[in-house]
């Protein structure tokens, strides 16, 4: 598998209208020059550091996109940015990494990994970080949206702890990789249905889930933003 580092793809956008991208733009620079300004994030630093032989892995969940606007999952859409409320998540996240696992983003020197989507490299970007590398292993799996829709696959997932089978192919790569020391990422930004499916092939397995919920609306979808801590 290659990986290549990547100067995140798209411009932000939250309506589609021109007229608010240079907004937006001004604010994501606002947000990523000045995270550590705000109040969340008034918190003596820390920097951790992790080997390339690690066995735990953080998934992080992108922020909302343009094209979750439309759809709770947005499956399909490569190139869909992440909207204004998406950068504001991403500020958020900055301060729950400080805070949960005393890594601050802009001091960060590790790379971080990200899909091949724009969404999720645009999470990671605006959080702060700004050595990305690109894992195809975190793409959103490629099947036909013409089965089910997102809702339709979430609500599937939760009912029947159920995910598709390219997923948990994916899942299980991932998790090999991972487990081997052959995934030398400790933060790696992804999606919804790449977090679930890989909780499903724990719990398949028999790891221990009693620090991951399996919520009664999402079953092991996090919400946007939202981090799954793995440690194999």
Request: proline share 4%; net charge neutral.
């Amino acid at each position: 598998m290659t990986l290549r580092r990547v100067k995140p793809r798209g411009s932000f956008d939250n309506s589609g209208e021109r007229f608010f991208i240079s907004v937006i733009h001004t604010l994501i620079i606002h947000i990523v020059l000045n995270l550590h300004n705000s109040k969340f994030c008034r918190l003596k630093r820390t920097l951790r550091v992790y080997n390339s032989d690690m066995t735990e892995v953080l998934l992080v969940r992108h922020a909302k996109s343009r094209a979750n606007v439309g759809d709770f999952v947005a499956f399909d859409n490569m190139n869909s940015p992440i909207v204004l409320e998406g950068v504001e998540q991403c500020g958020e996240l900055n301060g729950r990494l400080i805070r949960e696992f005393g890594i601050d983003p802009e001091q960060y020197e590790e790379p971080v990994a990200a899909s091949e989507f724009v969404r999720p490299q645009q999470t990671a970007y605006v959080t702060g970080f700004k050595n990305i590398e690109i894992s195809p292993l975190l793409n959103e799996p490629d099947f036909s949206r013409g089965v089910l829709t997102g809702a339709q696959i979430v609500r599937k997932h939760r009912k029947e702890r159920w995910a598709p089978e390219e997923a948990r192919v994916q899942a299980r790569q991932l998790l090999d990789k991972v487990s081997g020391g052959n995934f030398p990422y400790f933060i790696a930004f992804t999606h919804g249905i790449i977090s679930a499916t890989v909780l499903l092939e724990l719990e398949s397995m028999g790891h221990d889930m009693s620090q991951h919920t399996f919520d009664d609306k999402r079953g092991y979808v996090p919400l946007q933003t939202g981090t799954v801590h793995l440690v194999l």
